[in-house]
């Protein structure tokens, strides 16, 4: 079976080569010329100047390489979902549109080998083309160091999504759930479109509940006008004010208290800001991050969710095939 | 009104029943595809599996295969109960529309009833393109429909099954083909006794090579049988427009009035008849096969 699976995927297998070799043959020459200009940078490619000599031709240089890669990041992030909507939505639901799976299911082969076989001829090429444009990307940003899209820290979302675990656990997901869809709506378009819309639903949500995943760090300043100073690289997920008692009030619930110690129609403020926002209650602000020293655990806390949906969805996937004809 | 006969001696001399199935059904949403179906196919026979577009007979087929799991009733195809799950080797099914990778060339199409399959006989099924005059090289996708019939029953037969099962492989065929491949699959029953149905819903192209008729309409068998047994016992009684007819009317199947005078089908079959102005005369399978059809229909709308 394997062979058959082989040759049904001839076409997208010799592409996804091209796509390695091609995508990795372009990052390593970009790699070498950003070197290149890096090494004409000299002192400055350490220094962080603010003024002088060095900033103009820092600015330059992120002129010219910054974009670029944001975008191998932003490559690898999608290839995953892209491989998915690709390569595994039609899986069975091409076979299931023009008949074929009768040709398998009525030889002495059991569905679910057949999907299995399926699934693993689809996999692990693209898992391997995966990872391999994966670590181009990563050494080419990291040769950027700070100069590149590492200055904003893991969380940056290209980032996130291009490095470590991730894109593994996307392309996990983005496959067996991109083959089920397709064995469950016997359409190739219809699945394509669901991996799509379900794979960037769900980023959003695990995205934004980043908190939830890694726990937060809550920085408290003493000054209620002045928020806690944080390292730019952590993740912002809250802030807000603390009372005498310690209980916190969200910035919304604190607008009475922030206007009444505003300025009004352009009058200065009336006197101290911090004695102001004491004297309303507002004791102290507090900030929660996530910081960048828990990018790894958010990450595999995020690929347990994935790999976790992507495992469910193969017994989905069966079920499907065994349910109808 | 179901006729069944051949479950006698016939049997007795086959052995084992290729096909036995008993009160049959398979309901879909829409109401029952399939019901009541009680019948026996002796083994190497070429069965006619006929019947009007929904009459069932996809859904009987699908039932043999194991692809669909029966409703009511059960079936036995090859002394077991056929599973989805492990398809048997000893059957093989050609699906409506004949199925096949249409970015395979015919070599690689063989190549998967190889390594699907583990009693294959390539010389076998290297046979039925060579009938087909069809090349080796060539892409599934660029073949006419003349030529993916013998790709498909290649594929179907390669693996030399005891029993095969052809869902309306003769539609979208030229005459010649259509004639070609009926003798091909004789040819398949008579060397290697190999049981063969076919469905259609053209009674007439399965007149001069089946043995063995199997007529469904709306979902219920009509009439199942030996052919020769069947067409033994009905005969076409032809008389005079009006007047009283010389038969009960309970052994008539099925009436016709055409401009020369009636025409019934009668069961059981000849009997001496006492009125002179009627005659009576073997029915051809269409006849026999029209006049269940119609009857069926009309019960169907009554």
């Known amino acids: ?325 | 009104m179901t006729k069944e006969t051949g479950t006698g001696d016939m049997t007795m001399t086959d052995g084992q029943p290729v096909v036995l199935a008993e009160r049959l059904g398979k309901r879909y949403r829409r109401g029952w595809a399939l019901r009541d179906c009680s019948l026996r196919v002796p083994a190497g026979r070429m069965v006619g599996l006929v019947g009007p577009n929904g009459a069932g007979k996809s859904t009987f087929l699908g039932l043999l295969t194991g692809l669909l799991r029966p409703g009511a009733g059960r079936v036995e195809v090859c002394g077991t109960e056929p599973s989805g799950r492990h398809p048997d080797p000893r059957i093989s099914f050609l699906s409506q529309g004949k199925p096949l990778y249409p970015q395979f060339t015919v070599e690689d199409q063989l190549r998967f009833g190889r390594s699907a399959n583990p009693t294959w006989d390539q010389a076998h099924a290297e046979e039925f393109l060579a009938r087909g005059h069809v090349p080796a090289g060539a892409r599934i996708g660029t073949l006419s429909g003349g030529q993916r019939i013998w790709v498909a029953l290649a594929v179907a037969l390669g693996t030399r099954p005891r029993l095969v099962l052809l869902d309306e492989p003769l539609a979208d065929l030229d005459p010649v083909a259509r004639r070609s491949v009926l003798a091909a699959l004789a040819q398949q029953r008579q060397r290697h006794g190999t049981t063969v149905v076919l469905s259609s819903h053209v009674l007439a192209e399965l007149e001069e090579v089946c043995d063995h008729l199997l007529l469904f309409a709306a979902g219920r068998v009509r009439l199942a049988g030996d052919v020769r047994e069947l067409l033994a016992g009905h005969s076409v009684l032809s008389g005079p427009r009006t007047g009283p007819i010389p038969v009960p009317a309970r052994c008539v199947v099925d009436a016709a009035k055409t401009g020369h005078g009636t025409q019934l089908l009668v069961s059981p079959g000849p009997a001496a008849l006492a009125d002179p102005a009627w005659r009576h005369r073997p029915p051809t399978l269409t006849q026999l096969a029209l006049g269940y059809l119609r009857s069926a229909h009309q019960e169907v709308a009554a």
């Open chain 1, 1 to 325: 079976m394997i062979w058959v699976a082989w040759r049904q995927q001839r076409a997208q297998l010799i592409f996804l080569l091209v796509l390695l070799v091609a995508g990795y043959a372009a990052m390593l020459l970009l790699r070498g010329s950003m070197q290149t200009d890096l090494a004409g940078l000299g002192g400055c490619a350490t220094e962080s100047a603010v003024s002088g000599p060095c900033v103009t031709r820092v600015s330059s240089f992120k002129d010219s390489w910054y974009d670029l890669l944001k975008a191998a990041e932003a490559f690898v992030l999608v290839l995953p979902v892209l491989l998915g909507m690709f390569c595994a939505a039609p899986l069975i639901a091409k076979e299931l549109e023009h008949g074929t799976h009768l040709l398998a299911f009525t030889q002495s082969v059991g569905r679910t080998r057949w999907m299995l076989s399926k699934f693993a001829v689809a996999a692990v090429p693209a898992l391997v083309v995966l990872l391999a444009l994966q670590q181009g990307a990563v050494s080419w940003v990291d040769a950027a160091g700070r100069l590149g899209p590492l200055d904003s820290g893991p969380f940056e979302w290209t980032t996130f999504g291009s490095s470590g675990v991730a894109p593994v656990s996307y392309l996990l997901f983005c496959l067996a759930f991109g083959m089920t869809a397709g064995a469950l709506a016997r359409r190739s378009l219809v699945a394509m479109f669901t991996t799509l819309v379900t794979f960037v639903v769900l980023r959003v949500l695990l995205g934004s509940a980043h908190g939830m995943l890694a726990g937060t760090q809550r920085l408290v300043s003493d000054d209620p006008a002045k928020s806690p100073g944080s390292e730019t690289a952590a993740q912002y997920v809250e802030s807000g004010y603390l009372n005498a008692q310690g209980q916190e009030i969200t910035v919304e619930a604190a607008q009475p208290q922030i206007s009444a110690c505003g300025s009004r129609g352009g009058a200065p403020l009336a006197g101290d800001l911090t004695a102001c926002y004491r004297d309303h209650g507002l004791v102290k602000s507090y900030l929660d991050v996530v910081p960048s020293s828990a990018a790894a655990s958010v990450h595999w806390a995020e690929a347990a969710v994935f790999a976790v949906l992507a495992v469910l969805s193969l017994p989905v996937c069966r079920w499907a095939l065994h349910r109808r004809p």
